[in-house]
């Protein structure tokens, strides 16, 4: 027997998990639940809303240099305030607001992406060639020494560093790339000859980056990750070797603060902690990362922004991370994000998510500010379709319900046979709010008259008008509209962040074709 649609049609039915499905692209349409949208971007999905995300702005005004990606980022305190330093091209910037940005180290190779960490009131970073220290100027080159404090004649090198029992550790030697070193304890410049450990030099492949995580340091390879654990001076340094699965690069490993490590390899997206091992997380976009050329997976980076992995690559035949998706860690969902061109990420010791750009040498903080620097943020989620052919159905109402001051458009796509296309849109004024809040303790000594009491005055907004922006909205819609199957899309679009809670739409059988 068949079954119509139920009526009223929820888009979004907090009972049914609201708009928390995420992305479910390259999988059957049938298996789709209600909340699972095909295509969908700038929005973040909650256990009840639809909820945009701020777009970017940029921290420097004025381009390091034009047309240059950002290959290196931290954010630093020197002592008396916070410093952003970004590598573009060969060089190192101090970024400034406005203005020229100071260079604090050139004479970089410019292909070369670098890591930066802080120790000892410094910042630190490596290029491969060169371990670099600064304070609250510029960057210069550190001598490298043994234990007894001579110049080292093959001293280390390295593409990534960390600290970690008050020594420095660096990984990615050109020269002996499956080594990590490590200096003397409390010393940054001094490395004893015998202070470093292989990740199994006898396959020769190299270390590509390393994490400190619960205490122990994960050294990754392509396809590969070996577990460093214990400390030299206490005579139980050891590697172990780890999980068969390797991160890209090192701006493609991050441990982050919800407890897990994560990364990005050939094999996917990953995440691990003691208590549950190592799993998968990226099959609703595996089908779009596994199309990323060969020559750019060294490019793809990882962020985080609580309780988001920000997740940064690219299409075919495009040279820059142009594409960024987003792990919602709480419901175990991805969100793709448009004309966010990220190159690499850091997160802040007070939260904040900096990101340097992969086509302009712009320094940008994601998750604030407006979209593209003053343009309007476009969001769009669009469902799967919905009925069984050969049923027609008929749309007749559309109801959704909108915050004040926010605007929305619902448009609807039939199957070819009945050709329906159209759209509606809502729009919630801002009608007034109360002067005066009880539960508001800046307003304890403000006080509105009582309509109900004689010649006590009366309140400035009605009951009835006070909050309408947060009513329903609704429209009838025009005769005629069947289908057997159909398709919605959302689309909002303004300078602040938006939120959209359903939208209920009136759908009734009419024949069996």
């Given at each position: ?112 992406d670098i890591q930066f960490a802080r120790w000892f009131g410094r910042y630190f970073f490596v290029d491969g060639k ?157 089908h779009d990362l596994k199309k990323v050329d060969s020559d750019m997976t060294k490019k793809i980076c990882l962020g ?210």
């Amino acid at each position: 027997m068949w079954q119509p649609l139920p009526s009223p049609l929820l888009l979004g039915d907090p009972a049914t998990g609201g708009f928390s499905g995420g992305v479910k692209r390259g999988i059957s349409n049938n298996n789709l639940r209600p909340c699972d949208a095909q295509v969908c971007w700038n929005y973040i999905g909650t256990d009840k809303n639809l909820d945009s995300r701020d777009g970017s702005i940029r921290v420097n005004s004025v381009e390091l240099q034009t047309g240059v990606p950002i290959s290196g980022l931290f954010r630093f305190y020197d002592g008396s305030k916070f410093r952003i330093f970004a590598k573009c091209g060969a060089n190192v910037y101090d970024v400034q607001v406005s203005g020229t940005s100071p260079t604090i180290a050139t004479g970089l190779d410019p292909s070369v992406d670098i890591q930066f960490a802080r120790w000892f009131g410094r910042y630190f970073f490596v290029d491969g060639k060169n371990l670099w220290a600064g304070t609250t100027g510029a960057a210069s080159k550190v001598t490298l020494l043994d234990q007894d404090g001579n110049p080292l004649a093959n001293p280390p090198k390295g593409h990534s560093i960390l600290i970690k029992d008050q020594r420095i550790y660096l990984a990615y030697d050109p020269d002996h790339n499956t080594y990590v070193y490590f200096s003397e304890t409390d010393f940054y410049d001094r490395f004893k000859a015998t202070n470093w450990v292989a990740c199994d030099r006898d396959d020769g492949r190299p270390v590509y980056g390393m994490e400190k995580h619960a205490n122990k340091i994960f050294s990754f390879k392509e396809n590969q990750i070996y577990v460093i654990m214990g400390d030299y001076s206490l005579g139980n340094l050891a590697v172990v070797e780890g999980p068969k699965v390797g991160a890209w690069s090192q701006k493609a490993i991050l441990d982050c603060p919800d407890g897990y490590l994560r990364w990005v390899g050939p094999d996917g997206v990953w995440e691990y902690n003691d208590a549950e091992g190592h799993r998968r997380i990226d099959w609703d976009i595996w089908h779009d990362l596994k199309k990323v050329d060969s020559d750019m997976t060294k490019k793809i980076c990882l962020g985080w922004y609580s309780p988001f992995l920000v997740l940064a690559f690219s299409e075919p035949g495009v040279t820059f991370n142009n594409l960024v998706a987003v792990y919602d860690t709480r419901y175990r969902a991805w969100w793709p994000f448009r004309e966010w061109y990220v190159s690499i990420m850091h997160t802040a010791t007070t939260g904040e998510l900096y990101a340097g750009w992969s086509n302009a040498g712009y320094v940008r903080q994601l998750f604030t500010g407006t979209h593209d620097d003053g343009q309007e943020i476009a969001c769009l989620w669009k469902s799967k379709r919905f009925g069984v052919p050969g049923i027609e159905h008929c749309l007749d109402y559309m109801r959704t319900s909108l915050q004040k001051g926010q605007s929305v458009t619902i448009s609807w796509e039939s199957d070819p046979t009945h050709g329906q296309a159209g759209s509606r849109t809502f729009e919630a004024d801002d009608v007034g709010v109360y002067l005066g809040d009880e539960n508001n303790p800046r307003d304890e000594d403000f006080l509105l008259g009582d309509e109900e009491i004689p010649g006590d005055g009366d309140i400035l907004v009605s009951e009835e008008e006070l909050g309408q922006g947060a009513e329903d909205f609704n429209t009838r819609m025009r005769g005629g509209i069947t289908f057997n199957e159909m398709s919605f899309t959302i689309e909002q679009r303004g300078f602040e962040k938006m939120s959209l809670d359903w939208v209920e739409l009136d759908i009734y059988p009419t024949r069996i074709r």
